[in-house]
């Protein structure tokens, strides 16, 4: 059974900031591609950052230079710092597992920024 399990989500201050992390089993963690989505309220889901089995990054234009993504193969965890976060950061976090055809979802950890 495939689970990939969230936290670190909470509410920070504007400029504060977060670690998420996603730690995963009942997968070969070190092939897959890991990524972090987001969802807010009346919102359709987006991309925030990704990183494939050998390292390769990319994010969203919106988190550039405050976010981080890295993974921790031993651990079969993903993490994203979040650094210098805004309001509109405000979200439900999702973890993704994907390998070709295949993907896998987290149950989401929420973030709140606001003062």
């Known amino acids: 059974q495939v689970q990939l399990v969230e936290s670190g989500g909470g509410l920070v201050q504007p400029g504060g900031s977060l670690r998420l992390s996603c730690a995963a089993s009942?997968?070969?963690?070190?092939?897959?591609?890991m990524g972090w989505y987001r969802q807010a309220p009346g919102k359709q889901r987006e991309l925030v950052a990704a990183?494939?089995?050998?390292?390769?990054?990319n994010y969203a234009d919106s988190v550039k230079g405050r976010f981080t993504i890295s993974r921790d193969n031993a651990k079969n965890t993903v993490y994203l710092q979040m650094n210098s976060l805004k309001p509109e950061d405000t979200a439900v976090y999702y973890c993704?597992?994907?390998?070709?055809?295949?993907?896998?979802w987290g149950q989401g950890t929420q973030v709140t920024v606001s003062s």
């Open positions: 993704n597992a994907g390998l070709g055809l295949k993907h896998y």
């Open positions: 009942g997968i070969l963690f070190r092939v897959y591609a």
């Open positions: 990183i494939t089995s050998g390292g390769t990054t």
